[in-house]
């Protein structure tokens, strides 16, 4: 899912049994459009390491839940990790308030939904198939 608000109704229910994936689609986009329009290197190299994900997206596709999960946890979590250092660090070195530190501030915002689909082989990295 992308960052609508709306979503977090579902978060005030007095039942606490819902998690809300986010999706990585969104997430790849706002460091896209920065790239897009500008010489970034820290949205390129953004870019280049989440399409590590996707790579392994691909490899797995069609697989069952349990396959996929080992698959994400074997392959996945550990660019996930290093990302999240990545991500840290490169918040440091930008502006917060320029499109490449709004793009990181997003992926971080998000981050603990961005990884739900590390945890659960039935969870999809982005929602794409959904938006068609």
Not at 54 to 74: P, T
Not at 75 to 89: C, N, V
Not at 104 to 131: C, E, H, M, Q
Request: charged letters at 25%; glycine letters at 6%; one cysteine or more.
């Amino acid at each position: 899912m992308d960052g609508y608000a709306g979503y977090n109704r579902l978060l005030k229910r007095a039942r606490q049994d819902v998690q809300l994936a986010y999706c990585w689609a969104h997430a790849r986009r706002k460091l896209h459009d920065v790239a897009k329009a500008s010489t970034a290197p820290i949205a390129k190299e953004g870019l280049k390491q989440i399409a590590a994900f996707y790579r392994i997206e691909a490899d797995i596709k069609g697989q069952s839940a349990a396959a996929r999960l080992a698959a994400r946890i074997a392959r996945t979590k550990p660019k996930l990790d290093a990302f999240e250092s990545w991500l840290a660090q490169s918040r440091t070195r930008v502006s917060a308030k320029s499109p490449t530190g709004e793009a990181l501030k997003y992926i971080a915002k998000y981050w603990a939904g961005l990884n739900l689909f590390v945890t659960d082989g039935r969870i999809d990295i982005d929602n794409n198939p959904l938006s068609r």
